[in-house]
Protein backbone atom coordinates (compact mmCIF):
# COMPACT_ATOMS: atom_id res chain seq x y z
CA UNK A 1 0.00 0.00 0.00
CA UNK A 2 1.53 3.53 -1.16
CA UNK A 3 1.91 6.17 1.20
CA UNK A 4 -0.92 8.18 0.16
CA UNK A 5 -3.25 5.18 0.18
CA UNK A 6 -2.05 5.03 3.68
CA UNK A 7 -3.21 8.25 4.92
CA UNK A 8 -6.61 8.30 3.26
CA UNK A 9 -7.32 5.00 5.10
CA UNK A 10 -6.00 6.21 8.24
CA UNK A 11 -7.61 9.90 8.17
CA UNK A 12 -11.08 8.99 7.16
CA UNK A 13 -13.58 9.30 9.97
CA UNK A 14 -16.62 7.03 9.58
CA UNK A 15 -19.27 8.54 7.91
CA UNK A 16 -21.42 6.12 9.67
CA UNK A 17 -20.50 7.57 13.16
CA UNK A 18 -20.32 10.63 12.32
CA UNK A 19 -23.76 11.20 10.45
CA UNK A 20 -25.91 11.28 14.04
CA UNK A 21 -23.97 13.72 15.23
CA UNK A 22 -23.78 16.10 12.42
CA UNK A 23 -27.57 15.85 12.64
CA UNK A 24 -27.48 16.65 15.91
CA UNK A 25 -25.48 19.98 15.57
CA UNK A 26 -27.31 21.22 12.32
CA UNK A 27 -30.62 20.72 14.59
CA UNK A 28 -28.80 22.18 17.40
CA UNK A 29 -27.35 25.44 15.67
CA UNK A 30 -30.91 26.25 13.63
CA UNK A 31 -32.30 26.09 17.42
CA UNK A 32 -29.70 29.07 18.55
CA UNK A 33 -30.34 30.90 15.09
CA UNK A 34 -33.97 30.70 15.90
CA UNK A 35 -33.10 32.08 19.33
CA UNK A 36 -31.00 35.09 18.30
CA UNK A 37 -27.98 33.05 19.32
CA UNK A 38 -25.65 33.73 16.31
CA UNK A 39 -22.43 33.85 18.99
CA UNK A 40 -23.83 29.86 19.90
CA UNK A 41 -24.34 28.97 16.05
CA UNK A 42 -20.59 30.25 15.39
CA UNK A 43 -19.54 27.74 17.49
CA UNK A 44 -21.41 24.94 16.69
CA UNK A 45 -20.49 25.77 13.26
CA UNK A 46 -16.59 25.06 14.15
CA UNK A 47 -17.46 22.07 16.02
CA UNK A 48 -18.89 20.89 12.75
CA UNK A 49 -15.93 21.54 10.89
CA UNK A 50 -13.68 19.76 13.29
CA UNK A 51 -16.50 16.72 12.95
CA UNK A 52 -16.47 16.97 9.20
CA UNK A 53 -12.76 16.63 9.04
CA UNK A 54 -11.08 13.68 8.40
CA UNK A 55 -8.09 14.15 9.58
CA UNK A 56 -7.19 14.36 13.45
CA UNK A 57 -6.04 18.01 14.74
CA UNK A 58 -3.05 18.02 17.17
CA UNK A 59 -2.20 21.13 18.94
CA UNK A 60 1.16 21.72 20.55
CA UNK A 61 0.81 24.24 23.26
CA UNK A 62 2.81 25.62 26.37
CA UNK A 63 5.02 28.03 27.76
CA UNK A 64 7.89 30.12 26.21
CA UNK A 65 11.11 28.47 26.53
CA UNK A 66 9.93 24.79 27.42
CA UNK A 67 10.91 23.16 23.89
CA UNK A 68 7.40 23.22 21.75
CA UNK A 69 8.80 23.82 18.81
CA UNK A 70 11.64 21.28 18.95
CA UNK A 71 9.34 19.06 20.10
CA UNK A 72 6.82 19.57 16.93
CA UNK A 73 9.71 19.47 14.31
CA UNK A 74 10.35 16.10 16.41
CA UNK A 75 6.89 14.36 16.08
CA UNK A 76 6.98 15.63 12.01
CA UNK A 77 11.11 14.67 11.24
CA UNK A 78 11.65 18.20 10.26
CA UNK A 79 12.58 21.76 11.11
CA UNK A 80 9.65 23.20 10.42
CA UNK A 81 9.09 25.16 13.40
CA UNK A 82 11.49 28.00 14.95
CA UNK A 83 13.43 27.09 18.01
CA UNK A 84 15.06 30.20 19.08
CA UNK A 85 13.00 32.73 17.09
CA UNK A 86 11.34 35.92 18.54
CA UNK A 87 8.56 35.65 15.51
CA UNK A 88 5.51 33.62 16.46
CA UNK A 89 2.94 32.67 14.32
CA UNK A 90 0.81 29.40 14.03
CA UNK A 91 2.37 26.50 12.22
CA UNK A 92 0.26 23.98 10.76
CA UNK A 93 2.07 20.70 9.31
CA UNK A 94 0.53 18.01 7.11
CA UNK A 95 0.69 14.72 5.22
CA UNK A 96 2.41 15.10 1.65
CA UNK A 97 4.57 13.11 -1.25
CA UNK A 98 7.20 15.66 -0.23
CA UNK A 99 8.09 18.45 1.51
CA UNK A 100 7.01 21.86 0.68
CA UNK A 101 6.21 25.47 2.40
CA UNK A 102 3.28 27.97 1.55
CA UNK A 103 3.38 31.48 4.10
CA UNK A 104 -0.20 32.76 4.51
CA UNK A 105 0.15 36.50 4.30
CA UNK A 106 -3.01 39.32 4.83
CA UNK A 107 -3.43 41.77 2.23
CA UNK A 108 -6.03 43.74 3.82
CA UNK A 109 -10.01 43.48 3.49
CA UNK A 110 -10.03 40.33 4.29
CA UNK A 111 -7.96 38.97 1.24
CA UNK A 112 -5.33 36.19 1.80
CA UNK A 113 -2.11 35.38 -0.25
CA UNK A 114 -0.39 31.88 -0.04
CA UNK A 115 3.27 32.28 -1.03
CA UNK A 116 5.85 29.24 -1.24
CA UNK A 117 9.01 29.16 0.06
CA UNK A 118 12.25 27.19 0.68
CA UNK A 119 10.85 24.40 3.36
CA UNK A 120 14.43 24.01 4.70
CA UNK A 121 14.44 28.11 5.23
CA UNK A 122 11.96 29.48 5.51
CA UNK A 123 12.58 31.49 8.45
CA UNK A 124 13.58 35.32 6.33
CA UNK A 125 10.03 34.89 4.48
CA UNK A 126 8.14 34.78 8.20
CA UNK A 127 10.01 38.00 8.89
CA UNK A 128 8.15 39.64 6.56
CA UNK A 129 5.05 41.80 7.13
CA UNK A 130 1.31 40.36 7.26
CA UNK A 131 2.21 36.68 7.84
CA UNK A 132 -1.01 35.04 9.20
CA UNK A 133 0.30 31.33 9.50
CA UNK A 134 2.89 28.77 8.49
CA UNK A 135 1.14 25.70 6.04
CA UNK A 136 4.00 22.68 5.59
CA UNK A 137 3.86 19.41 4.51
CA UNK A 138 6.52 16.50 4.99
CA UNK A 139 6.24 13.02 4.07
CA UNK A 140 6.18 11.68 7.90
CA UNK A 141 4.52 8.30 9.04
CA UNK A 142 2.90 9.73 11.49
CA UNK A 143 1.38 13.02 9.44
CA UNK A 144 0.56 9.42 7.43
CA UNK A 145 -1.58 7.70 9.86
CA UNK A 146 -3.38 10.76 9.44
CA UNK A 147 -2.76 13.02 12.52
CA UNK A 148 -2.01 16.97 11.48
CA UNK A 149 0.56 18.92 13.90
CA UNK A 150 -0.36 22.37 14.56
CA UNK A 151 1.91 24.71 16.31
CA UNK A 152 0.41 27.18 18.34
CA UNK A 153 1.97 30.67 19.10
CA UNK A 154 4.23 31.37 22.26
CA UNK A 155 3.85 33.91 24.57
CA UNK A 156 4.63 36.93 21.16
CA UNK A 157 1.63 35.46 19.30
CA UNK A 158 -2.14 36.28 19.70
CA UNK A 159 -3.78 34.75 22.50
CA UNK A 160 -7.11 34.85 20.44
CA UNK A 161 -5.10 32.64 17.46
CA UNK A 162 -4.39 29.96 20.13
CA UNK A 163 -7.72 29.69 21.94
CA UNK A 164 -9.45 29.32 18.57
CA UNK A 165 -6.67 26.26 17.46
CA UNK A 166 -7.63 24.34 21.00
CA UNK A 167 -11.04 25.06 20.68
CA UNK A 168 -10.84 23.75 16.75
CA UNK A 169 -8.79 20.52 17.90
CA UNK A 170 -9.03 17.12 18.39
CA UNK A 171 -6.00 16.68 20.71
CA UNK A 172 -3.83 18.87 22.83
CA UNK A 173 -0.14 18.81 23.77
CA UNK A 174 0.47 20.71 26.77
CA UNK A 175 4.67 20.58 26.98
CA UNK A 176 6.54 21.96 30.71
CA UNK A 177 9.55 21.49 31.82
CA UNK A 178 10.88 18.47 33.73
CA UNK A 179 12.62 20.87 35.67
CA UNK A 180 9.97 21.32 38.22
CA UNK A 181 6.49 20.46 38.67
CA UNK A 182 2.83 22.12 37.54
CA UNK A 183 2.21 25.68 39.10
CA UNK A 184 -1.33 26.47 39.95
CA UNK A 185 -1.37 28.56 37.40
CA UNK A 186 -0.72 26.14 34.90
CA UNK A 187 -3.50 23.63 36.66
CA UNK A 188 -5.89 26.55 35.87
CA UNK A 189 -4.84 26.77 31.97
CA UNK A 190 -4.97 22.69 31.48
CA UNK A 191 -8.75 23.73 33.30
CA UNK A 192 -9.60 25.97 30.76
CA UNK A 193 -7.84 23.43 27.78
CA UNK A 194 -9.96 20.83 28.81
CA UNK A 195 -12.97 23.36 28.92
CA UNK A 196 -12.55 23.36 24.83
CA UNK A 197 -10.39 19.98 24.06
CA UNK A 198 -11.47 17.14 26.59
CA UNK A 199 -8.28 14.62 24.91
CA UNK A 200 -5.27 16.31 26.37
CA UNK A 201 -1.77 14.88 26.83
CA UNK A 202 0.95 16.82 29.50
CA UNK A 203 4.23 16.19 27.79
CA UNK A 204 6.96 16.55 30.18
CA UNK A 205 10.04 17.58 27.84
CA UNK A 206 13.99 18.18 28.85
CA UNK A 207 14.15 14.97 31.07
CA UNK A 208 17.39 14.59 29.54
CA UNK A 209 18.45 17.52 31.45
CA UNK A 210 17.07 16.95 35.11
CA UNK A 211 17.74 13.57 36.49
CA UNK A 212 14.94 13.88 38.74
CA UNK A 213 12.29 13.93 36.15
CA UNK A 214 10.81 10.62 37.23
CA UNK A 215 9.80 11.94 40.77
CA UNK A 216 8.13 15.22 39.04
CA UNK A 217 6.22 13.40 36.61
CA UNK A 218 4.71 11.38 39.90
CA UNK A 219 4.26 15.00 41.36
CA UNK A 220 2.40 15.99 38.36
CA UNK A 221 0.05 12.73 37.95
CA UNK A 222 -0.85 13.58 41.69
CA UNK A 223 -1.37 17.36 40.99
CA UNK A 224 -3.81 16.70 37.76
CA UNK A 225 -5.74 14.28 40.16
CA UNK A 226 -6.16 16.38 42.85
CA UNK A 227 -7.37 18.97 40.13
CA UNK A 228 -10.08 15.99 38.27
CA UNK A 229 -7.72 16.22 35.51
CA UNK A 230 -7.45 12.65 34.62
CA UNK A 231 -4.41 13.81 31.90
CA UNK A 232 -1.43 11.41 30.60
CA UNK A 233 1.94 12.46 31.82
CA UNK A 234 4.36 11.29 29.01
CA UNK A 235 8.25 12.18 29.85
CA UNK A 236 10.38 13.25 26.33
CA UNK A 237 13.68 14.46 25.67
CA UNK A 238 12.88 16.29 21.88
CA UNK A 239 16.31 17.28 21.48
CA UNK A 240 17.49 13.51 22.15
CA UNK A 241 15.10 12.07 19.83
CA UNK A 242 16.74 14.12 17.28
CA UNK A 243 20.21 13.58 18.07
CA UNK A 244 19.06 9.43 18.11
CA UNK A 245 17.84 10.26 14.75
CA UNK A 246 20.65 11.82 13.19
CA UNK A 247 23.35 9.19 14.40
CA UNK A 248 20.70 6.11 14.05
CA UNK A 249 21.06 5.03 17.67
CA UNK A 250 17.90 2.95 18.62
CA UNK A 251 18.68 2.60 22.43
CA UNK A 252 19.25 6.44 22.77
CA UNK A 253 15.93 7.12 20.53
CA UNK A 254 14.21 4.63 23.41
CA UNK A 255 15.48 6.23 26.03
CA UNK A 256 14.28 9.82 24.77
CA UNK A 257 10.59 8.30 25.12
CA UNK A 258 9.45 10.01 21.60
CA UNK A 259 8.44 6.60 20.11
CA UNK A 260 6.20 5.89 22.92
CA UNK A 261 4.25 9.09 22.81
CA UNK A 262 3.67 8.32 19.00
CA UNK A 263 2.90 4.91 19.72
CA UNK A 264 0.35 6.53 22.54
CA UNK A 265 -0.84 8.85 19.92
CA UNK A 266 -1.57 6.30 17.43
CA UNK A 267 -3.65 4.05 20.19
CA UNK A 268 -5.44 6.40 21.96
CA UNK A 269 -5.86 9.24 19.18
CA UNK A 270 -5.81 8.17 15.76
CA UNK A 271 -7.63 4.79 16.40
CA UNK A 272 -10.06 6.34 18.47
CA UNK A 273 -10.34 9.35 16.21
CA UNK A 274 -14.50 9.03 15.78
CA UNK A 275 -14.79 8.77 19.97
CA UNK A 276 -12.62 11.41 20.75
CA UNK A 277 -14.22 13.99 18.28
CA UNK A 278 -17.66 12.96 19.52
CA UNK A 279 -16.70 13.08 23.34
CA UNK A 280 -15.20 16.85 22.07
CA UNK A 281 -18.25 17.63 20.27
CA UNK A 282 -20.95 16.28 22.89
CA UNK A 283 -18.99 18.88 25.32
CA UNK A 284 -19.94 22.11 23.11
CA UNK A 285 -23.25 20.62 22.52
CA UNK A 286 -24.11 20.61 26.63
CA UNK A 287 -22.87 24.11 26.64
CA UNK A 288 -24.80 25.30 24.22
CA UNK A 289 -28.05 23.73 25.17
CA UNK A 290 -27.48 25.06 28.68
CA UNK A 291 -27.65 28.59 27.33
CA UNK A 292 -30.31 28.20 25.09
CA UNK A 293 -32.48 26.48 28.20
CA UNK A 294 -31.80 29.68 30.50
CA UNK A 295 -33.76 31.79 27.92
CA UNK A 296 -35.88 29.61 27.43
CA UNK A 297 -37.14 28.81 31.15
CA UNK A 298 -37.07 32.32 32.32
CA UNK A 299 -39.35 33.23 29.40
CA UNK A 300 -42.04 30.05 30.05
CA UNK A 301 -41.78 30.54 33.84
CA UNK A 302 -42.64 34.27 33.09
CA UNK A 303 -45.79 33.27 31.02
CA UNK A 304 -46.96 30.54 33.40
CA UNK A 305 -47.38 33.02 36.44
CA UNK A 306 -48.28 36.49 35.40
CA UNK A 307 -48.68 37.52 39.10
CA UNK A 308 -44.99 37.08 39.16
CA UNK A 309 -44.48 39.31 36.12
CA UNK A 310 -42.80 42.52 38.66
CA UNK A 311 -41.25 39.96 40.25
CA UNK A 312 -39.61 38.11 37.74
CA UNK A 313 -38.75 41.44 35.93
CA UNK A 314 -37.46 42.98 38.72
CA UNK A 315 -34.79 39.79 39.40
CA UNK A 316 -33.67 40.17 35.87
CA UNK A 317 -33.31 43.58 35.24
CA UNK A 318 -31.39 43.47 38.75
CA UNK A 319 -29.26 40.50 37.07
CA UNK A 320 -28.58 42.83 33.67
CA UNK A 321 -27.48 45.96 35.60
CA UNK A 322 -24.59 44.18 37.66
CA UNK A 323 -23.62 42.13 34.70
CA UNK A 324 -23.70 45.96 32.90
CA UNK A 325 -22.38 47.68 35.56
CA UNK A 326 -19.36 45.03 35.21
CA UNK A 327 -18.70 46.39 32.25
CA UNK A 328 -18.02 49.30 33.08
CA UNK A 329 -14.67 50.98 33.40
CA UNK A 330 -15.56 52.16 36.69
CA UNK A 331 -16.51 48.59 38.26
CA UNK A 332 -15.22 47.56 41.16
CA UNK A 333 -12.84 44.76 40.13
CA UNK A 334 -11.73 47.19 37.20
CA UNK A 335 -10.47 49.70 39.76
CA UNK A 336 -9.56 46.57 42.19
CA UNK A 337 -7.19 44.88 39.04
CA UNK A 338 -5.94 48.92 38.01
CA UNK A 339 -5.22 49.80 41.69
CA UNK A 340 -3.51 45.75 42.35
CA UNK A 341 -1.48 46.63 39.46
CA UNK A 342 0.06 49.54 39.93
CA UNK A 343 0.62 48.67 43.75
CA UNK A 344 2.35 45.72 42.82
CA UNK A 345 4.64 47.32 39.96
CA UNK A 346 5.97 49.58 42.85
CA UNK A 347 6.39 46.80 45.10
CA UNK A 348 7.79 44.50 42.85
CA UNK A 349 10.37 47.34 41.89
CA UNK A 350 11.10 48.24 45.52
CA UNK A 351 11.47 44.56 46.52
CA UNK A 352 14.40 44.30 43.47
CA UNK A 353 16.11 47.22 44.56
CA UNK A 354 15.94 46.33 48.24
CA UNK A 355 17.38 42.98 47.68
CA UNK A 356 20.10 44.38 45.48
CA UNK A 357 20.85 47.50 47.94
CA UNK A 358 21.54 44.69 50.62
CA UNK A 359 23.58 42.72 48.55
CA UNK A 360 25.55 46.00 47.46
CA UNK A 361 26.22 46.67 51.42
CA UNK A 362 27.23 42.93 51.67
CA UNK A 363 29.80 43.52 48.68
CA UNK A 364 31.39 46.30 50.38
CA UNK A 365 31.97 45.33 53.33
CA UNK A 366 33.83 41.82 51.28
CA UNK A 367 35.92 44.56 49.85
CA UNK A 368 36.56 46.17 52.94
CA UNK A 369 38.19 43.54 54.77
CA UNK A 370 40.25 42.17 51.80
CA UNK A 371 42.37 43.34 49.03
CA UNK A 372 40.13 43.01 45.81
CA UNK A 373 43.08 42.17 43.63
CA UNK A 374 43.15 38.85 45.08
CA UNK A 375 40.42 36.32 43.98
CA UNK A 376 38.36 39.44 41.95
CA UNK A 377 36.94 36.58 39.12
CA UNK A 378 36.20 34.22 42.19
CA UNK A 379 34.07 37.38 43.54
CA UNK A 380 32.78 37.85 40.77
CA UNK A 381 31.29 34.85 40.12
CA UNK A 382 29.99 34.60 43.88
CA UNK A 383 28.74 38.10 43.00
CA UNK A 384 26.46 37.14 40.06
CA UNK A 385 25.29 34.04 41.62
CA UNK A 386 23.71 35.48 44.72
CA UNK A 387 22.08 38.38 42.13
CA UNK A 388 20.62 35.94 40.23
CA UNK A 389 19.51 34.44 43.93
CA UNK A 390 17.90 38.00 44.48
CA UNK A 391 16.52 38.27 40.76
CA UNK A 392 14.57 34.92 41.58
CA UNK A 393 13.36 35.71 44.45
CA UNK A 394 12.15 39.02 43.48
CA UNK A 395 10.06 37.61 40.44
CA UNK A 396 8.62 34.59 42.43
CA UNK A 397 7.31 37.43 44.90
CA UNK A 398 5.60 38.75 42.04
CA UNK A 399 4.62 35.66 40.52
CA UNK A 400 2.50 34.88 44.10
CA UNK A 401 1.53 38.35 44.39
CA UNK A 402 -0.11 38.23 40.75
CA UNK A 403 -2.02 35.01 41.88
CA UNK A 404 -3.13 37.13 45.17
CA UNK A 405 -4.12 39.85 43.01
CA UNK A 406 -6.05 37.39 40.44
CA UNK A 407 -8.04 36.09 43.68
CA UNK A 408 -8.85 39.60 44.72
CA UNK A 409 -10.48 40.39 41.42
CA UNK A 410 -11.68 37.18 41.15
CA UNK A 411 -14.05 37.95 44.49
CA UNK A 412 -15.46 40.82 42.77
CA UNK A 413 -17.53 37.99 39.90
CA UNK A 414 -20.24 34.94 40.76
CA UNK A 415 -18.13 32.25 43.14
CA UNK A 416 -18.63 29.74 40.29
CA UNK A 417 -16.64 31.88 37.79
CA UNK A 418 -13.49 30.40 37.22
CA UNK A 419 -10.19 32.41 37.76
CA UNK A 420 -7.69 32.61 34.68
CA UNK A 421 -4.84 31.25 33.75
CA UNK A 422 -1.70 33.29 33.98
CA UNK A 423 1.62 33.60 32.83
CA UNK A 424 4.03 32.40 35.62
CA UNK A 425 6.71 34.70 36.30
CA UNK A 426 8.56 32.53 38.19
CA UNK A 427 12.25 32.14 36.32
CA UNK A 428 13.61 28.68 35.17
CA UNK A 429 16.61 30.47 34.19
CA UNK A 430 17.59 33.72 35.86
CA UNK A 431 20.16 33.87 33.72
CA UNK A 432 17.93 34.17 30.45
CA UNK A 433 16.94 37.96 31.82
CA UNK A 434 20.15 38.75 33.18
CA UNK A 435 21.65 37.60 29.70
CA UNK A 436 21.99 41.83 28.16
CA UNK A 437 23.75 42.84 31.93
CA UNK A 438 27.26 42.99 31.09
CA UNK A 439 29.92 41.49 32.99
CA UNK A 440 31.57 42.84 36.08
CA UNK A 441 34.21 45.31 35.41
CA UNK A 442 37.75 44.10 35.49
CA UNK A 443 40.00 46.29 38.27
CA UNK A 444 42.27 48.39 35.94
CA UNK A 445 44.14 49.56 39.15
CA UNK A 446 45.36 46.33 39.86
CA UNK A 447 46.96 45.96 36.74
CA UNK A 448 50.09 48.18 38.24
CA UNK A 449 53.53 46.74 38.22
CA UNK A 450 56.97 46.61 40.37
CA UNK A 451 58.28 49.44 38.77
CA UNK A 452 56.39 52.86 40.15
CA UNK A 453 56.22 51.63 43.64
CA UNK A 454 59.98 50.87 42.97
CA UNK A 455 60.43 54.20 41.97
CA UNK A 456 58.75 55.80 44.64
CA UNK A 457 60.41 53.94 47.18
CA UNK A 458 63.78 54.62 45.60
CA UNK A 459 62.97 58.68 45.79
CA UNK A 460 61.72 58.63 49.15
CA UNK A 461 64.99 57.04 50.09
CA UNK A 462 67.35 58.84 48.41
CA UNK A 463 65.54 61.73 49.50
CA UNK A 464 66.16 60.56 53.11
CA UNK A 465 69.78 59.89 52.51
CA UNK A 466 70.55 63.14 51.16
CA UNK A 467 68.91 64.73 54.17
CA UNK A 468 70.54 62.97 56.91
CA UNK A 469 73.75 63.10 55.37
CA UNK A 470 74.26 66.45 55.10
CA UNK A 471 73.13 66.85 58.80
CA UNK A 472 75.86 64.16 60.01
CA UNK A 473 78.63 65.87 57.56
CA UNK A 474 78.57 69.12 59.84
CA UNK A 475 79.74 66.41 62.74
CA UNK A 476 82.67 66.16 60.19
CA UNK A 477 80.82 62.71 59.36
CA UNK A 478 81.09 61.31 55.54
CA UNK A 479 77.42 61.99 53.61
CA UNK A 480 76.97 57.85 53.42
CA UNK A 481 76.94 56.89 56.98
CA UNK A 482 75.64 54.59 59.33
CA UNK A 483 72.67 57.18 60.32
CA UNK A 484 71.86 58.37 56.59
CA UNK A 485 71.50 54.43 55.44
CA UNK A 486 69.07 53.85 58.28
CA UNK A 487 67.25 56.96 57.06
CA UNK A 488 67.30 55.94 53.58
CA UNK A 489 66.15 52.30 54.57
CA UNK A 490 63.31 53.27 57.07
CA UNK A 491 62.07 56.17 54.43
CA UNK A 492 62.16 53.81 51.65
CA UNK A 493 60.68 51.35 53.57
CA UNK A 494 57.42 53.64 54.99
CA UNK A 495 57.33 54.89 51.21
CA UNK A 496 56.84 51.46 49.97
CA UNK A 497 54.02 50.71 52.50
CA UNK A 498 52.11 53.98 52.26
CA UNK A 499 52.33 53.33 48.08
CA UNK A 500 50.86 49.71 48.89
CA UNK A 501 47.96 51.37 51.29
CA UNK A 502 47.29 53.80 48.23
CA UNK A 503 46.84 50.91 45.77
CA UNK A 504 44.90 48.88 48.16
CA UNK A 505 42.15 51.79 48.63
CA UNK A 506 41.83 52.92 44.89
CA UNK A 507 41.37 48.86 43.84
CA UNK A 508 38.34 49.53 47.06
CA UNK A 509 37.39 52.09 45.19
CA UNK A 510 37.37 51.13 41.67
CA UNK A 511 35.34 47.74 43.10
CA UNK A 512 32.72 49.15 44.63
CA UNK A 513 32.28 51.49 42.01
CA UNK A 514 32.29 48.81 39.42
CA UNK A 515 30.01 46.63 41.81
CA UNK A 516 27.85 49.71 42.11
CA UNK A 517 27.52 49.68 37.98
CA UNK A 518 27.03 46.48 37.62
CA UNK A 519 23.69 46.51 40.26
CA UNK A 520 22.77 49.81 38.04
CA UNK A 521 22.64 47.95 35.09
CA UNK A 522 20.46 44.66 36.50
CA UNK A 523 18.26 47.11 38.23
CA UNK A 524 17.66 48.45 34.72
CA UNK A 525 17.18 45.13 32.93
CA UNK A 526 15.77 43.78 35.39
CA UNK A 527 13.10 46.30 35.82
CA UNK A 528 12.22 46.60 32.24
CA UNK A 529 11.34 42.66 32.05
CA UNK A 530 9.18 42.54 35.23
CA UNK A 531 7.41 45.31 34.11
CA UNK A 532 6.13 43.86 30.76
CA UNK A 533 5.54 40.59 32.55
CA UNK A 534 3.24 42.42 35.21
CA UNK A 535 1.57 44.36 31.97
CA UNK A 536 0.62 40.89 30.34
CA UNK A 537 -0.72 39.60 33.61
CA UNK A 538 -3.18 42.26 33.61
CA UNK A 539 -4.16 42.30 30.28
CA UNK A 540 -4.54 38.98 30.42
CA UNK A 541 -6.97 39.40 34.16
CA UNK A 542 -8.82 42.41 31.88
CA UNK A 543 -9.30 39.97 28.81
CA UNK A 544 -10.40 37.28 30.61
CA UNK A 545 -12.72 39.11 33.27
CA UNK A 546 -13.84 41.59 30.53
CA UNK A 547 -15.52 38.26 28.35
CA UNK A 548 -16.82 36.99 31.45
CA UNK A 549 -18.86 40.02 31.93
CA UNK A 550 -19.97 40.63 28.34
CA UNK A 551 -21.35 36.44 28.68
CA UNK A 552 -22.90 37.39 31.49
CA UNK A 553 -24.70 40.78 30.42
CA UNK A 554 -25.39 39.11 27.33
CA UNK A 555 -27.34 35.70 29.09
CA UNK A 556 -29.07 38.54 31.53
CA UNK A 557 -30.31 40.76 28.40
CA UNK A 558 -31.95 37.97 26.52
CA UNK A 559 -33.57 36.47 29.47
CA UNK A 560 -34.59 39.94 30.86
CA UNK A 561 -36.07 40.49 26.70
CA UNK A 562 -37.72 36.87 26.41
CA UNK A 563 -39.35 37.72 29.78
CA UNK A 564 -40.40 41.19 28.72
CA UNK A 565 -42.01 39.59 25.13
CA UNK A 566 -43.99 37.28 26.84
CA UNK A 567 -45.58 39.62 28.88
CA UNK A 568 -46.37 42.54 26.09
CA UNK A 569 -46.42 39.90 22.70
CA UNK A 570 -47.99 37.24 23.52
CA UNK A 571 -51.29 38.23 25.64
CA UNK A 572 -54.16 35.39 24.66
CA UNK A 573 -51.67 33.09 22.94
CA UNK A 574 -49.62 32.71 26.50
CA UNK A 575 -51.12 29.06 26.38
CA UNK A 576 -49.82 28.54 22.97
CA UNK A 577 -46.52 29.74 23.31
CA UNK A 578 -45.88 28.38 26.32
CA UNK A 579 -46.89 25.07 24.71
CA UNK A 580 -44.08 26.17 21.91
CA UNK A 581 -41.46 27.01 24.51
CA UNK A 582 -42.02 23.43 26.44
CA UNK A 583 -41.99 21.95 23.03
CA UNK A 584 -38.45 23.95 22.61
CA UNK A 585 -37.64 22.37 25.96
CA UNK A 586 -38.36 18.87 24.75
CA UNK A 587 -36.41 19.09 21.83
CA UNK A 588 -33.05 20.66 23.55
CA UNK A 589 -33.48 18.09 26.28
CA UNK A 590 -34.01 15.03 23.07
CA UNK A 591 -30.92 17.49 21.51
CA UNK A 592 -28.94 16.31 24.79
CA UNK A 593 -29.93 13.02 25.31
CA UNK A 594 -28.97 12.43 21.94
CA UNK A 595 -25.82 13.33 22.25
CA UNK A 596 -25.26 11.22 25.71
CA UNK A 597 -26.59 8.41 23.75
CA UNK A 598 -23.30 9.08 21.45
CA UNK A 599 -20.99 9.09 24.00
CA UNK A 600 -22.27 6.27 25.94
CA UNK A 601 -21.65 4.14 22.47
Known amino acids: MSAAAGLKAATVKHPDAMAPLIRILDELREMARAAGRDDLGGRLGMVRARVTDPRVRLVVVGEPKHGMSTLVNSLVGAPVSAT???????????????????????????????????????????????????????????????????????????????????????????????????????????????????????????????????????????????????????????????????SGDYQRDIESGMPQLIDHLRDYVVSRADAVAIEAAVRDIRLVTDHLAVTTRSEAEALRDPRRRAEVTEQLSAARNRAEELRQRTASWQVTLMDGAAELTADVEHDLRHRLRSLVREAEAEIAQTDPARGWKAFATELDARICEAVEANFAMAHYRSVELCEQVAARFPADQRTPPLPDMRLDNPGEVLEPVAALDSLESAKTGFTQPFLSSLLRAYGGLLMVGVLTSLLGMPLVNWYSGAAALLLGANALWEERKNRQARRRAEAKLAVARLVDDVVFQVGKDSRNRLRAMQRALRDHFTDIASDTLRTAEESLRAAEDAFDKYGDRREERIAELDGRMGKLRAVRAGAEELVAA
Open 84 to 246: DSALSVPVIVEYGPKSSANLVQSRGNGQVERQAVDPLNPGPALAAQGVVRAEFTEPSPLLADGIVVMDAPGAAGDEHTKWSMIAAADAVLYVVDAGRELAPPQLEHLQRIQQLCPTVICVLNKIDRYPQWSHVQQRNRDLLDAAGLGFAVAPVSALLHQQAET
